[in-house]
C-alpha cells in the first residue's frame, strides 16, 4: 500500500531525481563513459582523455551515494529517522526495512564506482606505459 504525500513533503525536483538513485542506469552510464575514455584515448594516443572521463564516473559514483535521498525524496530522504524498531524472525531488534536496505546496496555501490572513478581519474594516463 502506497501512502499518499503531503504536499509539503514534496520537492518541485523529485520527479527529475529519481532516475540517479537507479543502479543501474548509473552502472550503465559509468560502463559507456568508460568505454568512451578508452576509444578516445587509443584514437587520440592520448591517454588524458580517460583519466579523464575517470572524473565523470566519479561523479556518478557519489551522485549513487546520495541514492537517498534521490529515491525517497529530497525533503522525507531522512524522515525514517525516529521510527519505531521491529522485531525480525528471530526476535532480534531490526530498525531497517528492505526498502532501507535496498537503498543501501545502492550506495555501497556508489562508493565502489566513485573509488574506481577515482583510481582511473588519477592513473589513467599511465595506461600505455604499464601495458
Known sequence: MTQELSD??????????????????????????AIAGVMLSVQT???LWFSRFGAVITVAGLLLTMSPVFHKGIYISQ??????AEQDEHGK???TS???R??????FTGILIS????????????????L
Open 115 to 130: 573509488i574506481s572513478g577515482t583510481v582511473i581519474w588519477g592513473f589513467g594516463d599511465l595506461v600505455p606505459v604499464l
Open 8 to 33: 509539503y513533503d514534496r520537492h518541485p525536483f523529485d520527479p527529475y531525481v529519481r532516475a540517479l538513485a537507479n543502479k543501474w542506469l548509473i552502472l550503465a552510464f559509468c560502463l559507456v563513459a
Open 45 to 47: 594516443g592520448v591517454w
Open 102 to 107: 535496498r537503498i543501501g546496496r545502492s550506495v
Open 93 to 95: 531488534t531490526m530498525i
Open 98 to 100: 528492505e526498502d532501507d
Open 79 to 84: 524522515s525514517d529517522a525516529g521510527k519505531w
